[in-house]
C-alpha cells in the first residue's frame, strides 16, 4: 500500500509498505495492504512500518531495511483506495 504521512511543517515520508502499526486513540492496531476504508484518530505513541527502507528516510528512525518507525504526539489517519494518509503532530 501507498502511505504519506504529513505534518503541518512537511510531508515526512512518502512510500510503499506491507504493513503499518498505529497507536489508535481507543487502542493500537494495524493496517495490512488492501485494507477496507477506514478513519481514525491516533494518540501520543509509535507509527511501526514494515516495508523496505534505506538511510534516506530521515524524517524515520530506521531500525534495520525492513523496520521503520516514526514517534508522533496525536494525529489522524484516512485508508481509501490501498492509501494511507496520516497527519500527525
Known amino acids: 500500500m501507498f502511505v504519506e504521512i504529513v505534518s503541518p511543517e512537511k510531508t515526512l515520508y512518502t512510500g510503499d509498505v506491507s504493513s503499518v502499526h498505529l497507536p489508535g486513540s481507543e487502542g493500537s492496531f494495524q493496517i495490512l495492504n488492501n485494507h477496507a476504508p477506514i478513519v481514525s484518530?491516533?494518540?501520543?505513541?509509535?507509527?511501526?512500518?514494515?516495508?523496505?527502507?534505506?538511510?534516506?528516510?530521515?524524517?524515520?528512525?530506521?531500525?534495520?531495511?525492513?523496520?521503520?518507525?516514526l514517534e508522533i504526539q496525536s494525529g489522524v489517519i484516512e485508508m481509501k483506495k490501498n492509501k494511507l494518509i496520516i497527519l500527525v503532530d
Open 41 to 69: 484518530t491516533l494518540k501520543q505513541g509509535l507509527i511501526k512500518l514494515k516495508g523496505k527502507f534505506d538511510n534516506k528516510s530521515e524524517n524515520l528512525n530506521i531500525i534495520n531495511s525492513n523496520e521503520a518507525s
